[in-house]
């Protein structure tokens, strides 16, 4: 068991390194980030900030030289950085998980290979894959490639066999999945710490609303029903298990208008739509990032109160500056700001959580607040309603 004030280290320095960096400074650790940009919003804060390539082997020598365990904020780290760190310190989650969570063909594969419920796919390595799998696929479907895709990038829609070969030549015929489009009732997640004894603790089902494929809010609990819920959380303990997983893991799921639970994919990190558990949970998902890497038990999931979790996209700021004032006037609405200096369109900027008796009440005081800091909303047209 490593235990403060040992070094631990993280591959990414974005908001989910930060906000780690956070849990762990909190607890009595160092922490060492590894990032090439000088304005990684973890390096800024952290004990120290190696500003190197992800395969930069003198950075990496002198991490696994400090470090005590290392994790990542993102899985699109290099199989071989993980793999040559693993030989020296322990790594966590192992290189075996990341790489299965990281490519779509390995993931839905795996999940599918375990006897859960995906979405009809095909893999596609070439062009030749493509028609048999449009033949056997209910039409629409969405071309997604294996790899590198975040946030609805690297999808595209198709009706028949011609459009699939244009959407394969647009993806430059990288390797993806062609995959039936479902109706969707409702998007839902469930994040998971498991320890290095495979003690598992499992937080609340969160229902998550993206908006032009980005995460727009999670709301805790999500509206199903307990034994929806239920299986979900033991769907995704299964899929840890099998992968004799040690970290946070994130699994999130589609409710299909017919009442099906499909898995869609996992993410071997925290995860964006585990943010509320900072303000709402005993134990946030950034502190369960760091108990299981130092092979201490996970700490308990218990919610502490109904939450809505709302992205703050840079969008935002290009209206103006946002009237934080007024978001800072709600008693149960927590402000994250991840230190970002230039905001794009649809940059992760931050977060906000409210918290409220019920999930309904919350969600009522998160839209309020996301009118309110509007900078292009009248003043008059905020009230608070105490
Ligand atoms: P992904 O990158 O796979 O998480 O997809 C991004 C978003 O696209 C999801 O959150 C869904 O809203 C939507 N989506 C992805 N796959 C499907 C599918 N098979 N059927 C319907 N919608 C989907």
Known sequence: MIVPVATLGVLGGGQLGRMFTLAAHRMGYRVWVLDPDPASP?????????????DDTAALEEMAEACAAITTEFENVPAETLEFLESRVPVRPGSKAVAIARDRILEKTFIRDL???????????????LAPACEALTMPALLKTSQ????????IGVDNLEQARLAFADLNEVPCVLEECVLLDHELSVILARGVGGHTEVYPIGENVHVNGILDTTRVPGRVPDEVAQQARDMAAK???AMDYVG???VEFFITEDGRLLINEMAPRPHNSGHYTIDACLTSQFEQQVRTMCGLPPGSTRLLSPAVMVNLLGNLWLKG?????????????????????????????????????????AMLIAERVRAAIDPAAPDDEYERDD
Not at 120 to 125: G, R
Not at 148 to 154: E, I, L, N, P, S
């Open 42 to 54: 973890a390096g800024s804060m952290a004990d120290r900030h190696l500003q190197a390539a992800y």
């Open 115 to 129: 006897g859960l419920p995906t979405a009809a796919f095909f893999a596609i390595n070439s062009a030749a894959d």
């Open 148 to 155: 590198f895709g975040y946030d609805g990038k690297g999808q």
């Open 239 to 241: 899929l840890a298990a």
């Open 248 to 250: 946070v893991l994130a």
């Open 321 to 361: 500056t946002p009237r934080w004032q007024y978001l800072l006037a709600e008693g149960h609405t927590c402000l994250h700001l991840y230190g970002k200096e230039e905001a794009r369109e649809g940059r992760k900027m931050g977060h906000y959580t409210s918290l409220a008796e019920d999930p309904k009440q």
